[in-house]
C-alpha cells in the first residue's frame, strides 16, 4: 500500500509539472498547489510533539491535527476548481 500511495504521489506531481511546463498554456498558477503538498503533514507533527502518547484513546489535540489535515488536503483539491472557474488556469 506504501509503495502504491508514494507511486500515485509520484505521478500526481510528474502531471502537474508537465501541466505547468507546456508552452501551449503558458501558465503557473497549478504550481500554488505544492503549498499544500508542504503543509499538510505539519499538523500532524506539531500535535504528535505536544500531545502525549501514554493514553490509548484519541486526545483533542490529535482530533484537531486531522482537522486540519483533511481541510488542507480539501484546499489542496478545490484549488485548481477555482483556478478553472475564475478561468486563471
Same mark, same amino acid.
Do not use: Q
Given at each position: 500500500?506504501? &509503495?502504491?500511495? +508514494? /507511486?500515485?504521489?509520484?505521478?500526481?506531481?510528474?502531471?502537474?509539472?508537465?501541466? #505547468?511546463?507546456?508552452? $501551449? $498554456?503558458?501558465? $503557473?498558477?497549478?504550481? /500554488? &498547489?505544492?503549498?499544500? $503538498?508542504?503543509? #499538510?503533514?505539519?499538523?500532524?507533527?506539531?500535535?504528535?510533539? &505536544? +500531545?502525549?502518547?501514554?493514553?490509548?484513546? +484519541? +486526545?483533542? #489535540?490529535?482530533?484537531?491535527?486531522?482537522? /486540519?489535515?483533511?481541510?488542507?488536503? &480539501?484546499?489542496? /483539491?478545490?484549488?485548481?476548481?477555482?483556478?478553472?472557474?475564475?478561468?486563471?488556469?
Amino acid at each position: 500500500a506504501l &509503495v502504491a500511495l +508514494s /507511486f500515485s504521489g509520484a505521478i500526481g506531481l510528474t502531471f502537474l509539472m508537465l501541466g #505547468c511546463a507546456l508552452e $501551449y $498554456y503558458g501558465v $503557473y498558477w497549478p504550481l /500554488f &498547489v505544492l503549498i499544500f $503538498y508542504f503543509i #499538510c503533514p505539519i499538523p500532524h507533527f506539531i500535535a504528535k510533539r &505536544v +500531545s502525549d502518547d501514554s493514553d490509548a484513546a +484519541s +486526545s483533542a #489535540c490529535r482530533e484537531l491535527a486531522y482537522f /486540519f489535515t483533511t481541510g488542507i488536503v &480539501v484546499s489542496a /483539491f478545490g484549488f485548481p476548481i477555482i483556478l478553472a472557474r475564475v478561468e486563471a488556469v
